[in-house]
Protein backbone atom coordinates (compact mmCIF):
# COMPACT_ATOMS: atom_id res chain seq x y z
CA UNK A 1 0.00 0.00 0.00
CA UNK A 2 0.92 3.78 -0.87
CA UNK A 3 1.01 5.98 2.03
CA UNK A 4 -2.63 7.14 0.71
CA UNK A 5 -3.80 3.54 1.68
CA UNK A 6 -3.95 2.76 -2.14
CA UNK A 7 -2.41 -0.27 -3.67
CA UNK A 8 1.31 -0.35 -5.37
CA UNK A 9 0.95 -1.52 -9.12
CA UNK A 10 3.50 -4.52 -7.53
CA UNK A 11 0.44 -5.43 -4.94
CA UNK A 12 -1.93 -4.95 -8.06
CA UNK A 13 -0.06 -7.09 -10.13
CA UNK A 14 0.41 -10.08 -7.27
CA UNK A 15 -3.56 -9.33 -6.60
CA UNK A 16 -4.49 -10.13 -9.79
CA UNK A 17 -2.28 -13.28 -10.31
CA UNK A 18 -4.34 -14.33 -6.68
CA UNK A 19 -0.59 -14.60 -5.09
CA UNK A 20 -1.16 -12.10 -2.39
CA UNK A 21 -3.62 -13.90 0.08
CA UNK A 22 -5.13 -12.61 3.61
CA UNK A 23 -6.13 -15.33 6.36
CA UNK A 24 -4.10 -16.96 9.15
CA UNK A 25 -1.31 -18.55 7.85
CA UNK A 26 1.38 -20.36 9.68
CA UNK A 27 4.91 -19.62 7.71
CA UNK A 28 7.46 -22.04 6.75
CA UNK A 29 9.16 -20.59 10.03
CA UNK A 30 6.59 -21.49 12.00
CA UNK A 31 5.36 -18.25 12.39
CA UNK A 32 1.53 -17.11 11.82
CA UNK A 33 0.99 -14.45 9.56
CA UNK A 34 -2.34 -12.62 8.69
CA UNK A 35 -0.91 -12.08 4.47
CA UNK A 36 0.48 -14.70 2.51
CA UNK A 37 2.29 -14.42 -0.90
CA UNK A 38 2.24 -17.68 -2.34
CA UNK A 39 5.15 -16.94 -4.96
CA UNK A 40 3.89 -19.77 -7.42
CA UNK A 41 1.07 -18.18 -7.91
CA UNK A 42 2.45 -15.55 -9.55
CA UNK A 43 4.97 -17.45 -11.19
CA UNK A 44 2.19 -19.56 -13.28
CA UNK A 45 1.50 -16.07 -14.81
CA UNK A 46 3.70 -14.89 -17.38
CA UNK A 47 2.51 -11.20 -17.72
CA UNK A 48 2.38 -10.52 -14.39
CA UNK A 49 5.81 -11.74 -13.57
CA UNK A 50 7.10 -9.91 -16.17
CA UNK A 51 6.14 -6.94 -15.03
CA UNK A 52 7.53 -7.35 -11.67
CA UNK A 53 10.89 -8.34 -13.40
CA UNK A 54 10.46 -5.34 -15.56
CA UNK A 55 10.64 -3.16 -12.20
CA UNK A 56 13.55 -5.17 -10.88
CA UNK A 57 15.48 -5.02 -13.98
CA UNK A 58 15.06 -1.78 -14.41
CA UNK A 59 15.95 -0.55 -11.35
CA UNK A 60 18.98 -2.98 -12.28
CA UNK A 61 20.18 -1.10 -15.28
CA UNK A 62 22.19 1.80 -14.34
CA UNK A 63 24.61 -0.96 -12.15
CA UNK A 64 25.19 -2.52 -15.70
CA UNK A 65 25.47 -6.37 -14.20
CA UNK A 66 26.31 -8.70 -16.55
CA UNK A 67 24.96 -11.62 -14.95
CA UNK A 68 21.66 -12.60 -12.96
CA UNK A 69 22.18 -14.90 -10.21
CA UNK A 70 19.12 -16.69 -7.73
CA UNK A 71 18.42 -19.13 -5.73
CA UNK A 72 16.85 -22.39 -6.61
CA UNK A 73 13.45 -22.46 -6.69
CA UNK A 74 11.50 -19.90 -7.37
CA UNK A 75 14.53 -17.98 -7.67
CA UNK A 76 15.33 -19.79 -11.17
CA UNK A 77 12.20 -17.89 -12.76
CA UNK A 78 12.94 -14.59 -11.12
CA UNK A 79 16.59 -14.68 -12.41
CA UNK A 80 16.17 -16.05 -15.90
CA UNK A 81 13.16 -13.10 -16.81
CA UNK A 82 15.48 -10.41 -15.19
CA UNK A 83 18.39 -11.54 -17.32
CA UNK A 84 16.15 -11.95 -20.35
CA UNK A 85 15.09 -8.26 -19.73
CA UNK A 86 18.44 -7.20 -19.63
CA UNK A 87 20.15 -9.09 -22.19
CA UNK A 88 22.39 -11.05 -19.93
CA UNK A 89 23.11 -14.33 -18.32
CA UNK A 90 21.55 -16.10 -15.52
CA UNK A 91 22.52 -18.81 -13.14
CA UNK A 92 21.29 -20.15 -10.16
CA UNK A 93 22.66 -21.32 -6.48
CA UNK A 94 21.69 -25.07 -5.42
CA UNK A 95 21.16 -25.82 -1.59
CA UNK A 96 23.73 -28.23 -0.62
CA UNK A 97 23.15 -31.00 1.71
CA UNK A 98 25.45 -29.71 4.55
CA UNK A 99 24.33 -26.59 4.12
CA UNK A 100 24.82 -23.55 2.05
CA UNK A 101 24.47 -22.73 -1.64
CA UNK A 102 26.35 -23.37 -4.57
CA UNK A 103 26.51 -22.99 -8.31
CA UNK A 104 26.37 -26.37 -9.68
CA UNK A 105 25.78 -28.00 -13.45
CA UNK A 106 28.69 -25.95 -15.05
CA UNK A 107 27.62 -22.41 -13.94
CA UNK A 108 30.78 -19.85 -13.77
CA UNK A 109 31.26 -16.47 -12.55
CA UNK A 110 34.28 -14.59 -14.09
CA UNK A 111 36.42 -13.00 -11.61
CA UNK A 112 35.07 -9.13 -11.03
CA UNK A 113 32.02 -10.01 -13.33
CA UNK A 114 29.22 -7.56 -11.88
CA UNK A 115 26.67 -9.97 -10.44
CA UNK A 116 23.06 -9.14 -9.67
CA UNK A 117 21.47 -11.43 -6.92
CA UNK A 118 17.23 -11.96 -6.78
CA UNK A 119 14.89 -13.95 -5.06
CA UNK A 120 11.10 -13.76 -5.36
CA UNK A 121 10.40 -13.46 -1.53
CA UNK A 122 12.59 -11.89 1.13
CA UNK A 123 11.49 -13.29 4.85
CA UNK A 124 14.57 -13.57 6.37
CA UNK A 125 17.38 -13.23 3.76
CA UNK A 126 18.92 -16.64 4.44
CA UNK A 127 18.24 -17.43 0.83
CA UNK A 128 19.75 -14.38 -0.39
CA UNK A 129 22.98 -14.56 1.84
CA UNK A 130 23.86 -17.96 0.53
CA UNK A 131 23.55 -17.04 -3.17
CA UNK A 132 25.98 -13.90 -1.88
CA UNK A 133 28.34 -16.07 0.06
CA UNK A 134 28.04 -18.44 -3.26
CA UNK A 135 28.99 -15.30 -5.81
CA UNK A 136 31.91 -14.29 -3.58
CA UNK A 137 33.31 -18.03 -3.69
CA UNK A 138 33.75 -17.40 -7.30
CA UNK A 139 35.18 -13.83 -6.89
CA UNK A 140 31.98 -12.12 -8.49
CA UNK A 141 31.32 -8.37 -8.09
CA UNK A 142 27.54 -8.21 -6.33
CA UNK A 143 26.35 -4.96 -7.48
CA UNK A 144 22.87 -5.54 -5.51
CA UNK A 145 20.34 -7.35 -4.34
CA UNK A 146 16.39 -7.22 -5.27
CA UNK A 147 13.56 -9.12 -4.44
CA UNK A 148 9.84 -9.28 -5.73
CA UNK A 149 8.63 -9.19 -1.97
CA UNK A 150 10.07 -8.23 1.13
CA UNK A 151 8.32 -8.99 4.11
CA UNK A 152 11.12 -7.49 6.43
CA UNK A 153 9.28 -3.96 5.91
CA UNK A 154 12.79 -2.00 4.49
CA UNK A 155 14.87 -3.90 7.05
CA UNK A 156 17.64 -6.14 5.16
CA UNK A 157 20.84 -5.11 4.48
CA UNK A 158 23.15 -6.74 2.58
CA UNK A 159 25.21 -4.40 2.04
CA UNK A 160 25.05 -3.31 -1.03
CA UNK A 161 22.30 -1.48 -3.06
CA UNK A 162 18.81 -2.84 -2.85
CA UNK A 163 15.48 -3.30 -4.29
CA UNK A 164 12.01 -4.94 -3.38
CA UNK A 165 9.04 -4.35 -6.05
CA UNK A 166 7.16 -4.38 -3.15
CA UNK A 167 7.66 -3.84 0.40
CA UNK A 168 5.69 -5.52 3.47
CA UNK A 169 5.87 -4.19 6.90
CA UNK A 170 3.45 -6.69 8.82
CA UNK A 171 3.95 -8.61 11.92
CA UNK A 172 4.41 -12.15 12.37
CA UNK A 173 3.54 -14.16 15.73
CA UNK A 174 4.53 -17.32 17.26
CA UNK A 175 1.62 -19.14 17.95
CA UNK A 176 1.20 -18.96 21.33
CA UNK A 177 1.05 -14.98 20.65
CA UNK A 178 -1.39 -14.84 17.44
CA UNK A 179 -4.22 -12.56 17.57
CA UNK A 180 -5.97 -14.57 14.99
CA UNK A 181 -5.36 -17.73 17.22
CA UNK A 182 -7.15 -16.02 19.76
CA UNK A 183 -10.35 -14.95 17.39
CA UNK A 184 -10.22 -18.74 16.64
CA UNK A 185 -9.55 -17.52 12.87
CA UNK A 186 -9.21 -21.17 11.00
CA UNK A 187 -5.05 -21.70 10.45
CA UNK A 188 -3.66 -22.36 6.61
CA UNK A 189 -0.41 -24.27 6.67
CA UNK A 190 1.64 -23.34 4.09
Known amino acids: MTAGGEPTDAERLLRDATAMLDGHFQL??????????????????????????RMIADWARPFLPELIAGPTTGGIIISYEVARLLRVRSIFAEQLNGGGRAFQRGFMIAPGERVLVVDDVLTTGGSVREVL????????????VAVLVDRTGGTADFGVP???????????????QCPLCAKNVPLTIT
Open 162 to 176: FFACMTVDLPSYQAG
Open 28 to 53: TSGKHSSLYIEKFRLLEQPAQTEALC
Open 133 to 144: AAVRDMGGDIVG
